[in-house]
């Protein structure tokens, strides 16, 4: 499975960086999460529980960092594993740039995955439909957080574009988007396979 996306964030890329290298911030925006704990440098273990329709399960992965640039760029490398209900695997490479205009920051990532196991037998439409849900359920729960955190940053960014409804909005920094993208694509590939 290939994904890809740009979201615009109302925080700076320094705030956006220091919010998702929290592992607390993470395990409270990503659905169904009860563990995101440091491993290692740049490396963290994650607990996530989905229901893909009559499939539940209780997936633990690892994520590792590599090719940090901090604040600019990382790439992250993912495993989980949900004993019978199946395994996922992949990369994401994640990019942070100043916006074209205004304030804040532009998030980008490009994710591959593969999945395997039981729970790929379920529909696409339902896999697909899951993982939809799960990426806005994370971006809503972060773009809370990040408004809670940086309040000034919403306020400024909200003036800049009330009259531009088709730009994405949100305070999503670009490393909780880039862990949010590669839970729900580790958690699309174990449903697809």
Not at 93 to 98: E, F, H, I, K, Y
Not at 135 to 154: G, I, L, N, S, W
Request: aromatic residues 8%; contains cysteine.
């Amino acid at each position: 499975m290939d994904m890809e996306g740009r979201r615009h964030l109302a925080v700076t890329q320094q705030q956006a960086w220091d919010a998702l290298n929290d592992p607390e911030v993470l395990k409270a925006c990503i659905p169904g999460c009860d563990r995101v704990e440091a491993t290692g440098e740049n490396q963290y273990a994650v607990g996530v529980a989905v229901r893909i329709g009559p499939v539940a399960a209780k997936f633990n992965g690892r994520i590792t960092l590599s090719n940090v640039q901090a604040p600019n760029s990382y790439t992250i490398t993912f495993d989980g594993q949900g004993g019978p209900a199946g395994f996922g695997k992949g990369t994401a490479d994640v990019s942070l740039s100043p916006p074209e205009e205004g304030a804040g920051c532009e998030l980008a990532y490009k994710v591959n995955a593969q999945v395997g196991g039981k729970i790929a037998q379920v529909g696409q439409r339902l896999v697909d439909g899951v993982a939809k849900s799960m990426a806005e359920d994370f971006f809503k729960r972060f773009d809370d957080e990040m408004q809670r955190r940086h309040p000034v940053a919403f306020v400024a960014d909200s003036k800049l574009v009330r009259d531009e409804p088709t730009v994405p909005r949100g305070g999503v920094p670009w490393w909780a988007w880039a862990a949010g993208v590669v839970v729900v694509a580790v958690i699309v590939m174990l449903v697809r396979r």
